[in-house]
């Protein structure tokens, strides 16, 4: 299982790489220099907003499936002709509440005639995720990989003719930017939809009552777990919008700094996909999911170090390269924000593995505790400290959840302690601190000692042996 997942994860990280990168400095970063920190604070609050709500949209059927899927391959046809079903209605409930509660919030015309189109969006982007959980649970993971960025391709193509193409006079609109991912989501979404539908034995849409009863029953402590895990991680900006006088600026300058966690923690949640079917599939046939763990938990946690103190030490640069306006205060929020790239990346790793093994109702206590300590502290900072504030509350959060995810896994799983590995992880982490700390005066350009610090933290994590290339080798020539 192991020379699956990483055979299966370099072609997703590969892929990633070629087009998200661009997507988000290329495209969104451009988006917001020329709409301004204020228009985009409009869209990221309404956007974060509309997740908010998500969870009517799947109700947690995305990763039952994914689990259901990857244990009971003979149950595709049967699966797909009633959930389709499903998530239509599920669209119109998701609508109603969701429009029912912008009136409450006081939105106005404008707000909400984005947000009507951010609710298309957010179905047809629910609708891709679950339909992609049926490639994944068949472990087509290839199939799963290119699908995976086809939407954003579609996007860089759209905005890229928008933005540099000269093919309008008037200058580029925050609406435009909504209605080529509305563009982009609906091609994937016919695409993927073939792709499902021929691995499928027949497809006819049914809405069958009792079987959705059954199915909701479920995936219903799935959907407690995203709505919680999305309140805590996307609460922060509305807040922000709504508690401040100049709370869409606030929001916008949280989203300078957000961008560049969020993007990373695209890259970590990567793990998390191919794992879930993968876990899923070792604990029905009872296989030991030890050695995948710390295997998968070192791959990603030696980057994840180096990227985090790196960007830490050098956050203003980073900014100042990026953006245009408010670098001083995005940067404050950015190097906050970034050290959370730690918690979340812990959290894809066990969160997805107490997941698999249907360890629900811890992770919803957990993820429960995380939205109480995020709103309380969001509550007490943000008037004090504005998005810096919401970047503290963020840290806590995340630090917090993670913790206790490893505390409750070891539990379960009995992982055993090996002092050399956790002496040679801290060594790791306090040697990249220090090297990126120390690199700051060195009269050389920013970006080469950026790049400088994770091939050094590269080499550093092979003579510690927390990456072995031999083992990375074996893997690749002869299996686990």
């Known amino acids: 299982?192991?020379?699956?997942?990483?055979?299966?994860?370099?072609?997703?990280?590969?892929?990633?790489?070629?087009f998200k990168p661009f997507w988000i400095f290329g495209i969104d970063r451009t988006v917001q220099n020329v709409v301004g920190a204020e228009e985009y604070g409009l869209y990221f609050s309404l956007f974060n907003?509309?997740?908010?709500?998500?969870?009517?949209?799947?109700?947690?059927?995305?990763?039952?499936?994914?689990?259901?899927?990857?244990?009971?391959?003979?149950?595709?046809?049967?699966?797909?002709?009633?959930i389709i079903g499903l998530k239509i209605l599920l669209a119109f409930v998701y609508a109603i509440v969701t429009?029912?509660?912008?009136?409450?919030?006081?939105?106005?015309?404008?707000?909400?005639?984005?947000?009507?189109?951010l609710i298309i969006n957010q179905f047809m982007s629910s609708f891709i995720l679950y339909l992609r959980s049926n490639l994944s649970g068949l472990h087509l993971f290839k199939t799963d990989s290119i699908v995976s960025v086809l939407d954003r391709t579609l996007m860089i193509i759209i905005?890229?003719?928008?933005?540099?193409?000269?093919?309008?006079?008037?200058?580029?609109?925050?609406?435009?930017?909504v209605y080529a991912q509305t563009f982009a989501y609906t091609l994937t979404l016919l695409i993927t939809l073939i792709l499902v539908y021929s691995n499928a034995e027949s497809l006819k849409l049914q809405f069958d009552r009792s079987y959705f009863i059954v199915t909701l029953k479920k995936s219903y402590p799935y959907a407690l777990l995203a709505l919680l895990m999305v309140f805590y991680y996307r609460v922060d900006s509305v807040m922000l919008e709504r508690m401040l006088p100049n709370g869409k600026e606030q929001a916008g300058i949280y989203a300078q700094g957000f961008r560049i966690l969020d993007a990373a923690a695209m890259f970590a949640f990567l793990f998390a996909v191919?794992?879930?079917?993968?876990?899923?599939?070792?604990?029905?046939?009872?296989?030991?999911?030890?050695?995948?763990?710390?295997?998968?938990?070192?791959l990603l946690i030696v980057p994840v170090l180096a990227v985090t103190f790196a960007a830490f030490f050098y956050r203003v640069e980073?900014?100042?390269?990026?953006?245009?306006?408010?670098?001083?205060?995005?940067?404050?929020?950015?190097?906050?924000?970034?050290?959370?790239?730690?918690?979340?990346?812990?959290?894809?790793?066990?969160?997805?593995?107490?997941?698999?093994n249907d360890n629900l109702k811890a992770l919803n206590l957990i993820a429960a505790g995380g939205v109480l300590i995020n709103v309380l502290l969001n509550l007490i900072l943000i008037p004090k400290y504005y998005a810096l504030g919401?970047?503290?509350?963020?840290?806590?959060?995340?630090?917090?959840?993670?913790?206790?995810?490893?505390?409750?896994?070891?539990?379960?799983?009995?992982?055993?302690?090996?002092?050399?590995r956790i002496s040679a992880l801290i060594l790791f982490a306090s040697g990249v601190f220090a090297i990126s700390k120390w690199s700051l005066p060195l009269d050389i350009i920013w970006i080469y000692k950026f790049v400088g610090i994770l091939v050094i933290s590269l080499l550093f994590a092979f003579i510690l042996r927390l990456i072995n290339l031999r083992v990375l080798f074996d893997l690749l020539k002869n299996g686990d």
């Not at 905005?159 to 930017?177: A, D, H, K, P, R």
């Not at 794992?275 to 295997?295: D, G, R």
């Not at 840290?395 to 379960?412: P, R, Y």
């Open 99 to 117: 429009i029912a509660a912008g009136f409450i919030v006081g939105y106005d015309w404008r707000q909400f005639y984005i947000l009507f189109f």
């Open 390 to 420: 919401s970047a503290i509350a963020s840290l806590v959060t995340q630090s917090a959840t993670a913790i206790i995810q490893i505390l409750i896994a070891k539990k379960i799983f009995h992982f055993g302690i090996s002092i050399r």
């Open 159 to 177: 905005c890229s003719i928008l933005l540099w193409g000269g093919v309008t006079e008037t200058t580029f609109q925050i609406e435009w930017f």
């Open 1 to 18: 299982m192991r020379r699956k997942f990483f055979t299966n994860l370099s072609l997703l990280v590969l892929l990633n790489l070629l």
């Open 318 to 356: 980073i900014m100042d390269l990026l953006y245009h306006h408010h670098v001083e205060s995005s940067s404050m929020v950015f190097g906050v924000l970034i050290l959370c790239f730690i918690g979340i990346a812990t959290s894809y790793i066990f969160g997805t593995l107490l997941t698999a």
């Open 274 to 298: 191919l794992l879930l079917p993968i876990y899923s599939k070792m604990i029905k046939q009872k296989q030991p999911v030890n050695q995948l763990t710390v295997f998968s938990f070192l």
């Open 49 to 82: 907003f509309s997740l908010l709500l998500n969870m009517l949209l799947d109700l947690g059927i995305t990763n039952y499936n994914n689990k259901n899927i990857a244990q009971n391959e003979q149950i595709l046809s049967k699966s797909l002709s009633n």
